[in-house]
């Protein structure tokens, strides 16, 4: 379904699908989607049975497996009006992948082409879907640079969504960072199987971010942050990369 044809999120509650690596390993990074959503009014809801959206069986091959998580997914979000989630990846795995996984399946299929039209990365929601470019946050001077995630950047068309909602917090300065649509090499399982290839992207991309006249580089996937923070801390940097909400709902404590 065309992003305009999609059923308007205003007014609605949200149900957050924080995802596994920001459950397990950002917990801080959920709290700060919460904090944000919570500051726009909008009520926030969590599924308890949520789990992984399926996206390493499925790049792995394995369809049949990544169906049986979706399946759970789908239930465990039956009753949502409007799903977000911090995280392009995962977002796009539920916008064009699921229903491509239910192709032989109508009731499943029905229901995963439901859960895809009411889908939205974080800051897709905020500046799309709401309408919200200026949440009121303020910080000390502070120069930032964007890394575009691949997931988010081309599958869902992600462009200046976070840019604008960081260029709006005063006290923020947004610089170019050489290179930010090119991928820092993690690619999920990518970076598993061709771990080499996977080091000398991630390489690139941390000569570029040392170069980048930026104090923070931002970020909308947690998975990317990882892959680059190990870079950046292995090779004795002292720039670190930092998910977009994280960085907002700063700018919000600030206030």
């Not at 609605?12 to 944000?36: A, N, Q, R, W």
């Not at 919200?132 to 462009?159: F, I, M, W």
């Not at 260029?167 to 930010?180: F, P, R, S, W, Y």
């Not at 996977?198 to 390489?203: C, I, K, N, Q, W």
Request: proline share 5%.
């Amino acid at each position: 379904m065309s992003q305009n044809l999609r059923p308007s999120p205003r007014h609605k509650p949200v149900s957050l699908f924080v995802t596994c690596i920001i459950d397990m390993i950002y917990p801080g990074t959920g709290v700060s989607v919460v904090e944000i959503l919570e500051h726009l009014g909008v009520e926030v809801r969590f599924p308890m049975a949520q789990i992984c959206c399926g996206q390493p069986a499925f790049n792995a091959g394995f369809q049949e497996d990544a169906r049986t998580v979706a399946k759970q997914f789908l239930t465990a979000f039956a009753d949502a009006e409007v799903i977000v989630t911090p995280s392009g990846s995962c977002a796009s795995m539920v916008r064009h992948y699921y229903p491509d996984l239910f192709k032989g399946e109508p009731e499943w299929y029905d229901r995963a082409a439901w859960a895809a039209d009411i889908t939205w990365e974080f800051t897709e929601f905020l500046v799309d879907g709401l309408g919200v470019t200026d949440l009121g946050a303020k910080l000390p001077p502070t120069k930032v640079a964007l890394h575009h995630a691949c997931h988010g950047y081309r599958l869902l068309d992600l462009r200046d969504q976070a840019a604008t909602l960081a260029a709006n917090v005063e006290g923020v300065t947004i610089n170019a960072l050489d290179g930010a649509d090119q991928c820092c090499g993690f690619g999920g399982l990518f970076a598993v199987k061709m771990p080499e290839i996977s080091s000398a992207m991630l390489g690139e991309k941390v000569k570029r971010i040392e170069t980048a006249d930026a104090d923070i580089i931002l970020t909308g996937d947690a998975s990317c942050l990882t892959q680059m923070n190990g870079g950046l801390s292995r090779g004795g940097s002292q720039k670190r990369v930092m998910h977009i909400a994280d960085f907002l709902a700063r700018g919000l404590r600030q206030d």
